[in-house]
């Protein structure tokens, strides 16, 4: 079901260019016009159904894009999604929890019956069979976001997916491969999502897998904070923080065994041509238990993909373990993409090693502030990165975001016209270590708390 | 990222500019096989140097005191004003009345720093009782100059060496005063035992040569987690760390704030007091306030709270910085959110008030206050936690029936509402006697 009917002209002209054989380079009419003629349609659109946008837009008095500048002011951080009040989960008040998803949502959510809900996890369900299909991030707090999703968003987000996942060169959507993820199958995540989209394009029939077992919920990340919070009132007990860590060893004794159970199916099926993805970590680990089997270097088919992602948390890895990895799977090849959560398209990295910022996405290099945008020409250009993804229905895509990166928004040795981004992409929280001693004499409760964070 | 210099680096009392060359790791020890400079001078005469220095603190004849209130105007963008303000009120930390108060309090008087304190115990033995000078670090916190006055001013009076490891964001006011300490009283015993200087905070090249019992006894650590954090790896036997932590601080508010019109607008003024002491940037400055009422007069305090928070005071500006985009966002989305949320006064740096049912996940910065409706002020106290430092009360006559919960709960500092601001001498501060615990005590027991 399509939750709207909105048309969107100018946006249907760039997705229409996901379907050429290079959706990176096959543009042939003025992409930079195009891009702002989807952003004005979807601020229109989205102002008429975002109370947070329209609020916004009132409050900087911004009512029509006429250039690219005009929507700075309106980007939304990170924050805005994990901004509601946490004891609306802990204390179960998803009414509340409803109310304050509406503030960001373009579709109407308030009908939702969402009595009889217990936990959160029966929340995200209960919004998934109304068409709402939430994702979630969650950072070391445990304090998840909540993305509003809907079946058009799905739908798009499976278009975009599988025409930019793996190129250049682009994978073409023929169900030859196996698809494995090593994650969970099914729950309130991207990589769900992802893992779906995937399946559907590429997977032979009965060659999609994934932690079947494993759904990812919600409520264990959100435990975390639930204890967090009574750790800092004072009223957990010992007995609660032993329990605590003793639930996570054996949830990590699970996802060991899920881990396990898939690279059995990866190293059987390694002669032919496989779509892989997961965490560097994980793939290390397969990579320590093929070696165990005896099973050397270079065997995989060379139409296979594998895709890295980070999460070296916690883990002690040789230094040159990607070097290594990557020898493993040869002549299988991996990609690398730079996105985040809150968007539908991502970049991928070319031959020459550079981002490509896809013509569904309008990248917006601001000042390290995030408020002045930067000119937009050939050659090098840093700054904050801000992107306006117009491809989404169901909430905003105007979205600023914490990293610091170098752009160019001229044509890339590949050959291909920009705007690309370069490989060194960095955190604004990981600078500036020169005020680590910028001290002052208030803090919270936070440096009172040890150990309580997610693996 | 440039490097960061002090502008004055004092070594042992005496000024060496010279910021091109690394540290001499060598002159900012003193060696124990000689006792501490001032550890035969009578305590009297400590702050009689005390005074002259404040005096001169006063008056500011070379403007040395001007030119760090400047520079600390310039360095953490407070208004010039509130950093005059600050620094013309910095010589009462010298004052010798206030100094002798809390040798009295804090020590039960100067006997036990100037000789050996007689003492006899319930069994008729006797024995003596030493306050040993101590050899400290101090690891200073700089959003507030007062910080190292109070640091130079208790280092002083317990005889022992210091080295003050200055803060990125200021490098001057402890230069400053010991600059002036130095005019006054040349190459004298105090003077000789002050070191300011600046590394990068964690520099494991500094940090793991000095903090070492071989040089020092105690690491003196003011606030930011990670400082306290780092420099912890180093604490060990015969190293101790003496911490002033990170803290916050709340205000409770009871109905009798109602009774009046006037008194209304009073607590609200009384409550900007407390929650914009430099702009919201200190531990005493509070951020959450528990209030007694009905819906209507909390809204109505909320109002008037907004428009006293938007008023200068002599250490908040009116329009302080603009509220980070973050927290903005995430009080824009609250402010949609109907009855349950209110919002009161700017996101541009006047002052922010948000009221809600449970205190706010996030952390309230850039003069906001969270205003949060209690049935009874007894329900606040759960509020309080180890992290927390002052509570403001109002009225002063309802600390009694509330201040051994808050106590209970982990707070350390129970105030007449409106008098958060400025540690009084002789007092605690962050929940311990500073004197008591800087001295190494010694007995010779007969």
């Not at chain 2, 040349?186 to 035992?193: A, G, I, L, W």
């Not at chain 2, 509220?323 to 966002?329: I, S, Y």
């Not at chain 2, 605690?428 to 010779?444: A, E, K, S």
Request: proline letters at 6%; a negative charge; hydrophobic letters at 40%.
């Amino acid at each position: 079901m399509r939750m709207t009917d909105t048309p969107t002209p100018a946006l249907d002209r760039l997705l229409q260019l996901l379907e050429r054989p290079d959706p990176l380079a096959d543009v042939d009419f003025d992409l930079e016009a195009a891009q702002l003629d989807a952003v004005r349609e979807r601020f229109a659109d989205h102002r008429a159904r975002i109370v947070l946008v329209d609020k916004r837009a009132t409050d900087t008095g911004i009512d029509s894009v006429e250039s690219l500048a005009d929507v700075v002011p309106l980007l939304f951080s990170h924050t805005a999604y994990k901004s509601y009040p946490e004891s609306f989960v802990t204390a179960g008040r998803w009414d509340r929890l409803l109310a304050w998803l509406q503030t960001l949502s373009a579709v109407p959510v308030g009908h939702i019956d969402v009595s009889g809900v217990t936990d959160v996890d029966g929340f995200v369900e209960r919004l998934d069979a109304a068409g709402s299909h939430l994702l979630t991030s969650s950072g070391t707090s445990g304090k998840p976001s909540f993305l509003q999703q809907s079946d058009l968003d799905v739908e798009r987000g499976a278009q975009i997916l599988t025409a930019l996942w793996g190129s250049p060169p682009r994978i073409p959507r023929s169900r030859e491969h196996r698809v494995v993820q090593l994650g969970p199958a099914r729950g309130p995540a991207r990589l769900v999502y992802a893992h779906r989209a995937k399946s559907d394009a590429w997977s032979r029939p009965g060659a999609s897998h994934a932690f079947e077992d494993e759904p990812l919920r919600l409520s264990e990340i959100m435990a975390v904070a639930k204890l967090r919070k009574r750790v800092a009132a004072g009223e957990a007990t010992p007995g609660e923080l032993a329990d605590f860590e003793s639930e996570a060893a054996v949830r990590r004794i699970r996802m060991d065994k899920a881990l396990h159970d898939l690279v059995d199916v990866i190293l059987e099926n390694r002669g032919e041509p496989m779509l892989l993805t997961g965490l560097w970590r994980q793939l290390w680990d397969l990579v320590e238990i093929a070696r165990e089997r005896g099973i050397p270097d270079g065997t995989f088919h060379p139409d296979s993909v594998v895709g890295g992602a980070g999460g070296l948390k916690g883990a002690v890895l040789p230094e040159d373990y990607e070097a290594q990895t990557r020898a493993f799977f040869a002549p299988a090849r991996f990609v690398k993409v730079y996105g985040c959560s809150e968007l539908a398209s991502s970049s991928p990295i070319c031959e020459a090693g550079r981002y490509h910022v896809p013509p569904t996405l309008v990248l917006l290099m601001l000042s390290d502030d995030g408020e002045t945008l930067l000119p937009r020409h050939a050659g090098p250009v840093t700054g904050r990165v801000g992107f306006f993804d117009p491809a989404l229905d169901s909430r905003w895509g105007g979205l600023v975001t914490g990293d610091r990166a170098t752009a160019d928004f001229g044509r890339c040795e590949c050959g291909r016209p920009g705007p690309t981004i370069e490989d060194s992409v960095v955190r604004y929280s990981e600078l500036g270590q020169g005020d680590d001693d910028r001290l002052l004499c208030s803090g919270t409760i936070d440096a009172y708390i040890r150990g309580l964070v997610r693996e | 990222m440039s490097r960061i210099e002090a502008p004055v680096r004092i070594v042992k009392g005496g000024v060496s500019a010279s910021a091109d060359r690394g540290l001499d790791l060598d002159a900012l020890v003193w060696p124990r096989n000689e006792p501490c400079p001032a550890g035969a001078t009578p305590v009297a005469e400590i702050i009689e140097v005390l005074a002259e220095t404040g005096a001169r603190m006063r008056e500011d004849p070379s403007g040395r005191l001007a030119a760090a209130a400047a520079a600390m105007a310039s360095s953490t963008g407070l208004d010039r004003r509130i950093a005059d303000n600050s620094y013309a009120g910095l010589w009462r930390v010298f004052d010798p009345e206030a100094l002798r108060c809390q040798v009295e309090h804090e020590l039960g008087g100067s006997d036990v720093l100037d000789g050996w304190r007689p003492f006899v115990g319930h069994d008729g033995r006797t024995a003596a009782v030493r306050a040993h000078p101590p050899r400290l670090i101090h690891v200073l916190a700089g959003n507030a100059p007062g910080v190292a006055a109070m640091s130079i001013a208790r280092g002083a009076l317990t005889k022992g060496v210091h080295l003050l490891k200055l803060p990125s964001n200021d490098l001057f006011t402890a230069p400053a005063i010991l600059e002036t300490m130095a005019e006054v009283a040349p190459d004298h015993p105090v003077t000789r035992s002050f070191s300011a200087v600046y590394w990068r905070g964690g520099d494991t090249a500094v940090e793991s040569v000095l903090m070492r019992p071989q040089y020092f006894d105690k690491l003196v650590a003011w606030g930011g987690e990670a400082a306290i954090r780092s420099a912890a790896g180093y604490i060990g036997p015969g190293f101790e760390l003496v911490a002033f932590d990170p803290k916050s601080s709340i205000s409770l508010i009871g109905r009798e704030a109602w009774d009046t019109e006037e008194s209304m607008t009073r607590v609200a003024s009384l409550l900007a007091d407390d929650a914009t002491i430099f702009n919201q940037e200190a531990c005493t400055s509070s951020r959450f306030a528990y209030v007694e009422g009905e819906p209507g007069q909390i809204d109505a305090f909320c109002a008037e709270l907004a428009r006293a928070l938007a008023q200068d005071r002599p250490t908040a500006s009116a329009k302080a910085a603009a509220l980070p985009a973050e927290l903005r966002e995430e009080i824009e989305v609250l402010s949609l959110m109907g009855e349950d949320f209110g919002t009161w006064g700017d996101f541009e740096g006047h002052g922010l008030v948000v009221r809600s049912a449970d205190p706010v996940d996030f952390h309230p910065t850039g003069k906001t206050v969270n205003v949060v409706p209690v049935h009874r002020l007894t329900d606040a106290t759960a509020h309080a936690s180890v992290a927390t430092q002052t509570v403001g009360v109002f009225p002063p006559g309802r600390k009694v029936e509330i201040r051994d919960a808050l106590a209970n709960a982990g707070a350390q500092r129970v105030v007449t509402l409106g008098g958060a601001m400025g540690m009084r001498p002789g007092l605690t501060h962050d929940g311990f006697y500073p004197l008591h615990r800087f001295v190494r005590w010694v007995t010779d027991e007969d």
